[in-house]
């Protein structure tokens, strides 16, 4: 049994030019939004990604084993709408280049779905977030602003080696 530590609140930051990528309609369909967070994965240097549908639960769910993100990463990267990356000259550590650069990743699947759940362990720590994004409040709301918005989330040990992510 995991015993929670502690819940904790985070903003969510956006960066202007989100507005013109969204506009423009990134993520015109499913698959797109699907083929972004595989993306994702690929980035954090996964080298398996599964897809689940459970169809009876209505349920998507994608585990990689990527490097994963402790609570700084998850605070300052990837709630940072639109965080700007300089793309890397060197490939990563599988020899690989980066594909993303422009933060807005995890924006993919939130019209597809009610709330977006994320799970993840940084590598070679054994304290894992559990975090929780309530996508409807990004299309539901007329007069909604992002910056009132906060991800609560929970930090806990995981039951993983620590050597997984």
Same mark, same amino acid.
């Given at each position: 049994?995991?015993?929670?530590?502690?819940?904790?609140?985070?903003?969510?930051?956006?960066?202007?030019?989100?507005?013109?990528?969204?506009?423009?309609?990134?993520?015109?369909?499913?698959?797109l939004a699907i083929k972004e967070l595989?993306?994702?994965?690929?980035?954090?240097?996964?080298?398996?990604?599964?897809?689940?549908?459970?169809?009876?639960?209505?349920?998507?769910?994608?585990?990689?084993?990527?490097? $994963?993100?402790? @609570?700084?990463?998850?605070? /300052?990267?990837?709630?940072? &709408?639109?965080?700007?990356?300089? %793309? !890397?000259? =060197?490939?990563?550590?599988?020899?690989?280049?980066?594909?993303?650069?422009?933060?807005?990743?995890?924006?993919?699947?939130?019209?597809?779905?009610?709330?977006?759940?994320?799970?993840?362990?940084?590598?070679?720590?054994?304290?894992?977030?559990?975090?929780?994004?309530?996508?409807?409040?990004?299309?539901?709301? $007329?007069?909604? @602003?992002?910056?009132?918005? /906060?991800?609560?989330?929970? &930090?806990?040990?995981?039951?993983? %080696? !620590?050597? =997984?992510?």
């Amino acid at each position: 049994m995991n015993v929670i530590q502690s819940i904790r609140k985070a903003p969510i930051k956006v960066n202007q030019q989100v507005v013109k990528h969204l506009s423009l309609g990134l993520y015109r369909n499913f698959a797109l939004a699907i083929k972004e967070l595989i993306s994702n994965a690929y980035d954090a240097g996964a080298t398996e990604v599964k897809l689940k549908l459970d169809l009876k639960n209505e349920k998507i769910i994608l585990r990689d084993n990527g490097r $994963g993100m402790d @609570e700084k990463e998850f605070r /300052e990267d990837y709630l940072h &709408i639109g965080l700007f990356k300089e %793309p !890397s000259k =060197e490939p990563d550590e599988l020899g690989r280049m980066r594909i993303g650069t422009f933060g807005i990743g995890f924006l993919a699947p939130l019209p597809y779905c009610k709330t977006l759940k994320i799970i993840t362990k940084k590598r070679g720590q054994k304290l894992a977030l559990e975090g929780e994004i309530r996508a409807e409040d990004f299309f539901t709301k $007329g007069n909604w @602003e992002i910056k009132d918005h /906060e991800v609560e989330y929970k &930090i806990y040990e995981s039951d993983l %080696p !620590s050597e =997984e992510g």
